[in-house]
């Protein structure tokens, strides 16, 4: 089997990286890096919204809404917000039609890019032949071979997280200093050497370390119940060409279990900034910690049907 930079040997169409140790051309670039940073722009507004319930900000008030558990428990209370989609017209009033399409857009894109990028090139690094085969989850190569192939993955994925995590810091902010009134992150150019004099070169990484936690879990979580679904239970019963898909359901299946993850990194990339949207804590795990105690793990875990956390069922507002 030829190796992938062979195939995609360097010409003048083609993107060098890793100093020509790998290469990829402009059509797999394309496929692997640029449509995967245009998605985000297409779907901008609701990764505003989500990213606004992540911080806790609620401008409604929680509803009573009849569940399956009532059913059997008749005083048991639920308490729900509106749809993401009320939560948009919202936050179109706060910062206008414009502004929801397009505040903290470039970061996102820019940080989609980098992730891809880096991730990709990283995994051809390490697997050179990786993007020639079929996916380690479709063949039945034994444990050994997923466990590398599945490490070396999650080393990928770690690399694309660390090197476009500052552009999520950014995007998170410039999201979010609506709530105190603030224009401190407008200009994405001037933001970021203004956040390096006040804050210093490290608040770039607040709440990396839940971030990367929640990556990894996933990764590993997702692998390993691919690999056991394609083994043993789909086995022989389905396409073999269907099997390449099963990475993509169990990833969803495990969203949730790391979902804490997502929430507390969020919250720290903004409570450490000068808009003061968030409350301070002096590690990550004093913000999980306190996060998880007043259920406010359940933000953002849906968009359609938005649970409220225990302790504000009953209010609304900026749920800190």
């Given at each position: 089997m030829r190796r992938y930079s062979?195939?995609?040997?360097?010409?003048?169409?083609?993107?060098?990286?890793?100093?020509?140790?790998?290469?990829?051309?402009?059509?797999?670039?394309?496929?692997k890096c640029l449509i995967p940073s245009l998605i985000p722009a297409i779907t901008h507004p609701l990764t505003y919204a989500r990213t606004m319930m992540l911080l806790g900000y609620e401008p409604f008030p929680s509803v009573r809404r009849f569940t399956l558990r009532n059913i059997f428990q008749s005083e048991y209370e639920a308490f729900y917000y509106p749809s993401v989609f009320t939560y948009c017209r919202k936050l179109r009033q706060e910062v206008g039609l414009y502004g929801i399409f397009t505040i903290g857009l470039p970061a996102n894109i820019i940080g989609s890019f980098f992730k891809s990028y880096s991730t990709n090139v990283t995994m051809e690094y390490l697997t050179p032949d990786f993007f020639e085969k079929k996916t380690f989850f479709e063949d039945d190569q034994g444990i050994r071979i997923f466990l590398i192939s599945t490490s070396k993955l999650t080393v990928a994925r770690?690399?694309?997280?660390?090197?476009?995590?500052?552009?999520?810091?950014?995007?998170?902010?410039?999201?979010?200093?609506?709530?105190?009134?603030?224009?401190?992150?407008?200009?994405?150019?001037?933001?970021?050497?203004?956040?390096?004099?006040?804050?210093?070169?490290?608040?770039?990484?607040?709440?990396?370390?839940?971030?990367?936690?929640?990556?990894?879990?996933?990764v590993w979580l997702t692998a390993c119940l691919a690999y056991i679904f394609n083994k043993y239970i789909f086995a022989n019963r389905i396409d073999?060409?269907?099997?390449?898909?099963?990475?993509?359901?169990?990833?969803?299946?495990?969203?949730?279990?790391?979902?804490?993850?997502?929430?507390?990194?969020?919250?720290?990339?903004?409570?450490?900034?000068?808009?003061?949207v968030a409350p301070s804590f002096n590690n990550w795990w004093q913000c999980y910690s306190y996060l998880s105690q007043s259920g406010a793990f359940v933000r953002g875990s849906s968009?359609?049907?938005?649970?409220?956390?225990?302790?504000v069922s009953k209010s609304y507002g900026y749920s800190q």
């Open positions: 062979n195939r995609f040997a360097t010409t003048s169409g083609s993107i060098p990286s890793f100093g020509g140790l790998a290469t990829m051309d402009y059509t797999e670039t394309t496929y770690v690399v694309g997280v660390v090197v476009s995590y500052p552009f999520q810091v950014l995007m998170i902010r410039q999201m979010s200093q609506f709530i105190s009134g603030t224009r401190l992150y407008d200009c994405m150019f001037n933001a970021f050497p203004a956040i390096l004099e006040s804050e210093g070169f490290l608040s770039f990484f607040s709440g990396l370390t839940p971030r990367l936690i929640g990556e990894v879990i996933t073999p060409s269907l099997k390449k898909h099963t990475p993509y359901v169990t990833e969803m299946m495990v969203s949730g279990a790391t979902h804490g993850f997502t929430v507390t990194s969020t919250v720290m990339a903004a409570c450490d900034s000068n808009i003061n968009l359609l049907f938005r649970r409220a956390p225990p302790l």
